[in-house]
């Protein structure tokens, strides 16, 4: 988490799902910019190391004013979830606005 008092708060959650200690993160700081890795990245056994569609989902649903940024999209070989499904996935659940996804290379600022 990163706060500054004339700065937006941003909140860097990296390689994880969702889990409790995410959604308290969130309560507790109110962040209102939330960088998630994404593609639901996994190995052969033991599930996801990064975030999948729904994961995404529960992180708009605890933030819904917030902008997610979705990094990592399929940056190495093992991700499950690809730029164009996770797109479809995000209009479809009416996130457009607050969920955005990076292109390779692509930066944002606020």
């Known amino acids: ?10 909140y860097v959650a990296r390689d994880t799902v969702w889990y409790d ?8 700081h109110q962040p209102e ?3 998630v890795n994404g593609g639901n990245n996994q190995f052969f ?7 999948g569609k729904e994961d995404i989902h529960e992180t708009h649903q605890a933030a819904p ?18 730029r164009e499904e996770l797109k479809g996935f995000i ?3 009416g996130m457009s606005s607050h969920v955005l996804m990076t292109d390779d290379g692509e930066s944002y600022s606020f």
Do not use: P, R
Request: glycine fraction near 4%; avoid cysteine; charge should be negative.
């Open 21 to 28: 200690a995410i959604h308290e993160e969130i309560d507790t």
């Open 1 to 10: 988490m990163f706060k500054h008092q004339s700065e937006k708060t941003l």
């Open 65 to 82: 004013h917030a902008k997610i940024i979705v990094s990592y999209m399929e940056a190495v070989n093992h991700w499950a979830l690809s």
């Open 33 to 35: 910019i939330i960088v």
């Open 91 to 93: 209009h479809e659940k």
């Open 45 to 51: 056994e033991g599930g996801s190391l990064v975030m």
